[in-house]
């Protein structure tokens, strides 16, 4: 049973609109622009300090607010267009005249500014893919040995991948016990 004391609190609860103030912006900006953002970054750059949502609603004083969003958004999210669509929704928010001209110039100088972090992001993204990739060809050649034994090339062959990489995997998998080479060069799954 509700005592009357939490009462006045219950009723404050259920007149205050559920909004996460990121999702809000979300929407903001694919009703603002034609080209859309990822979600995820427009959240990430939301997301990614107190002040951006002053900055983006205006009620932080910024001397160029524009290359201060356009910033944050290449720090979270490396896409020239991304950062174009993103001023142009600022322009549009407060009433703005779109300025191709000066959107060049403003991405540009964020683009610059954004390079060595954009660099070591597409580095990490490269390095994440490459070992997925190898984690997912071990796991075929895994699979592969299963079913028969076999020589490096046999392996890259019915694989389809490149033999030096499969050898360098398979020097891998003799390394950790999970597969044995004879003397032939054939290689197999490993007895337990």
């Given at each position: ?11 404050l609860v259920r007149e205050t609109p559920r909004c996460d103030p990121s999702k809000e912006f979300i929407k903001e900006l694919d009703r603002l622009v034609p080209t859309s953002i990822w979600h995820n970054a427009a959240f990430r ?148």
């Amino acid at each position: 049973m509700i005592t009357s004391m939490y009462k006045p609190y219950l009723a404050l609860v259920r007149e205050t609109p559920r909004c996460d103030p990121s999702k809000e912006f979300i929407k903001e900006l694919d009703r603002l622009v034609p080209t859309s953002i990822w979600h995820n970054a427009a959240f990430r750059t939301y997301r990614s300090r107190k002040d951006f949502a002053g900055i983006w609603d205006g009620s932080i004083e910024s001397e160029e607010p524009e290359l201060e969003l356009a910033v944050r958004l290449l720090v979270n999210y490396d896409n020239r267009q991304a950062a174009e669509s993103l001023i142009t929704a600022w322009w549009k928010k407060h009433g703005c005249e779109v300025d191709p001209v000066n959107l060049e110039v403003i991405v540009d100088e964020a683009m610059q500014l954004t390079e060595e972090k954009r660099a070591y992001f597409r580095t990490k993204q490269q390095e994440e893919k490459a070992a997925m990739y190898v984690t997912k060809t071990k796991s075929e050649i895994l699979n592969y040995l299963e079913a028969q034994p076999g020589r490096p090339a046999d392996i890259a062959d019915a694989l389809g991948k490149n033999r030096k990489m499969i050898g360098m995997q398979l020097i891998r998998l003799h390394d950790s016990g999970q597969v044995v080479r004879d003397e032939t060069g054939l290689y197999r799954m490993t007895e337990e």
